[in-house]
């Protein structure tokens, strides 16, 4: 087939911005996605006159993420509809309320530690990937209305199963991006053009600088040879159960992978790896660390938002399956996402992952967990059209807790092995979602070419 400069494997946010940007900087770049779906976890797909979002539900760049990308592209990343407000489930009094109700009474300590934290280096906040954000917040006030701020934010962006122990570093990180960049503790809005939209810029500006996009390709394997990379060999659909498949080969001195940890040793031969990096990999790979959630779509005739269609709503407690979770309404962000005339919600609730293989434990759950949100939400039973989806395998990402986040993850550049990268969110990253994934791809293509991009990027690694 062959040879080009990179090989980047996945189509996803990482995996195009990757291929965008090496080929906008003149790299000969063939991406390979075993999908027939551009987007990865970020995929968008269609469903009797529907259009689900299976990870990407909103952008949580508040500026100099992938916003920027697309400008040192050439294009444009509008920002449409965004969350005007976050209402919150009151579960000691089954009510609901805005955020703001929360810390109203006396601003002056949400304040003080917005320019605690406005005064705080990234680099300092880089090092706190063993604390939990409850204990940072801590040595600047004791207010529960900031407390509880920066953790329903949690919920809503990270889907963390315990939200007050929430990695310090990674949610500081971001709450100082938004306020910097947006003015906000926390930004989020429906991309102009819908999520296929921009994943299709992002493909169109692979190939516009002369790369190159297949689709349907899955890879067998990387070939690392004298520990450097030589290439992939490319698959083909199995005829034989187990067959071994001698496909073509794509050469190349450089391999992206921006497949997740727990598939990514399927395609890097693990005995070539140190055995201390393939262990970290088999360590987040594990079921029991994988952020999991109930996800349900729900069609309703008549829309059944609290205060205004554009929130976000979240809770700590469900009233009986007491677990946390989200939901907005996606046709208010996009019409174009279901039917003239229906209002489609998006939610999810957040379940252990050791117990997400456990389908009883899972339809239990589903049961009390759409029950809940009928008792929040009365407008629910007029619901018509509904969705069931179990975000584990493929999951979200890896939960966000201390130990688990920063250094503590694989690193993008594979020791030992000249030319092999990782660009997923599930490595060594930062960020929120796809805006975090596509950051890893900045991250990695930045440590290949071996400087910095003067393109104005918010912090990254």
Known sequence: MGKVDVVVIGAGAAGLTAAALLAKEGRSVSVVEASPWLGGRGMAVPEEGFRLNLGGHLLEDSGGGLTKVFEYLGRKLGHGASNSDMVVWDHEHDRWGSIRDRYSGEKSELKKVIKVLLDTPYE???RLDDQPMRAWLSKYTSDQGVFDLFE????LECMTDDWWDHSASDNLICRKMHYEEAGRA?????PEGG???LFQELHDAVIENGGQVLMGTPVET??????EVKGVRLGREKVLPNEILEG?????????STLPVWNVLRVVPESLLPDWYSAQIRFLAADHLRISWLGLYMATKEPVHINSEHELATWL???TSRISGFFFNQTAMDPTTSPAGTNLYVCGGMIPGSKARDMQYVQRMFEAFEADLKVMYPGLEGTYWRRRHLVHDPSFGVIQKPGLVGMFRPHWRAPNIDGLYFASETFRSRGIGVDRAAKAGLTVVEDYLGRRLDGGFGWHY
Request: aromatic fraction near 16%.
């Open 317 to 319: 407690h469900a009233p």
């Open 195 to 197: 999520w296929d939209g």
């Open 152 to 155: 329903f934010i949690a919920v």
């Open 186 to 190: 926390a930004y989020s809005f429906w």
């Open 222 to 227: 990387v070939i690392i040879e004298n520990g």
């Open 124 to 126: 300092e906040l880089d």
């Open 248 to 256: 073509e080969v794509l050469e190349a001195d450089c391999v992206i």
